[in-house]
């Protein structure tokens, strides 16, 4: 059917149990899809092999923009073979491979041709197994990535050491606005690191570092650095260890960042003094006064022993 589709935009095959076999067959059509621009293959389990097979064809798809590989199986080798034919992919914009477990070696792989993929504005690499060997080799080449708008790294190990390549790119990165780092594991030290390029103007919007043991003096680091800042929207810190002294310093800033709309600060053992600092601090702003923008703020599960009016 598909080669009498000539007119076709759009594919989506996503959890149709496509292994390696039905790769072989899908390749031999996509070829006539000359104005294919979405291709979305995500959670199937064709894995390296597979991966092969659509690496040959993809060369072809000049048209192409969005291609979404997640959850497949794909491993560090199947993303040396798809690496090899992503240059080609000249118009693409939009890149899935979460869940795959490419790990260092295929985040190296992966680095050598991102440089060519200069459209690229979406990148998905969470749940990758990626640690810091491997955030060193994309870091450097995520500098010629000026058109990258959202980094996904969320649920993987890139660690304090990690989180300091990353810092080194953001500066050249100055079209990202999204950036999750969800569970890496990047603590007060990672914070420290990526603190300098947020407070030197940089455009971010909604930056996510939940479960990443960051306490007091992350905390402090990171209302330092967006004290100011009238890009940040949304800031996520749930599930961190900030406590009382971590929730005083964010409040004392509020004021400061006017487009912050969404905080989270849910389970960070704020305790009652976290929580009061925060109500007397929006009380001042007088209606969120100095804070206009702020519409949520979350301190749910903060080990609070009283009713804190306000919260």
Do not use: W
């Not at 103007?201 to 402090?220: E, K, M, P, V, Y």
């Amino acid at each position: 059917v598909l080669p009498e589709c000539r007119a076709l935009t759009h594919l989506d095959l996503s959890n149709t149990c496509i292994n390696s076999a039905g790769v072989r067959h899908l390749v031999s059509a996509l070829p006539a899809c000359s104005l294919l621009s979405h291709l979305d293959l995500s959670v199937n389990s064709f894995s390296s092999r597979g991966v092969e097979l659509l690496a040959s064809v993809l060369c072809h798809c000049k048209s192409l923009t969005s291609l979404d590989l997640s959850h497949d199986s794909i491993g560090s080798n199947g993303i040396g073979r798809l690496g090899r034919v992503l240059g080609s992919c000249s118009a693409l914009k939009v890149l899935g491979l979460r869940r795959n477990n490419i790990g260092d070696a295929g985040a190296s792989n992966l680095a050598k041709v991102l440089g060519d993929c200069y459209r690229l504005s979406h990148l998905d690499l969470g749940m990758n197994l990626i640690g810091s060997e491997g955030m060193d080799s994309l870091a450097i080449t995520l500098k010629s990535c000026t058109a990258l708008v959202s980094l996904e790294l969320a649920l993987n190990k890139i660690g304090a050491e990690g989180a300091g390549k990353l810092a080194g790119t953001l500066e050249d990165c100055t079209a990202l606005t999204h950036l999750d780092l969800t569970c890496n594991g990047i603590g007060d030290e990672g914070v420290r690191y990526l603190a300098p390029p947020l407070s030197n103007g940089h455009r971010l919007a909604h930056l996510d570092l939940t479960l990443n043991g960051i306490q007091a003096a992350g905390a402090t680091e990171l209302a330092n650095a967006i004290r100011g800042s009238s890009t940040l929207t949304k800031l996520e810190l749930q599930r961190n260890r900030i406590g009382s002294a971590g929730a005083q310093r964010l409040a004392s800033v509020l004021r400061e960042c006017a487009g912050l709309s969404y905080l989270d600060l849910r389970a960070n053992s704020i305790g009652d003094s976290g929580g009061l600092a925060m109500v007397s601090e929006l009380r001042e702003l007088g209606t969120l006064g100095g804070c206009k923008a702020l519409t949520l703020l979350d301190v749910c599960e903060n080990e609070f022993c009283t009713e804190i009016s306000g919260l």
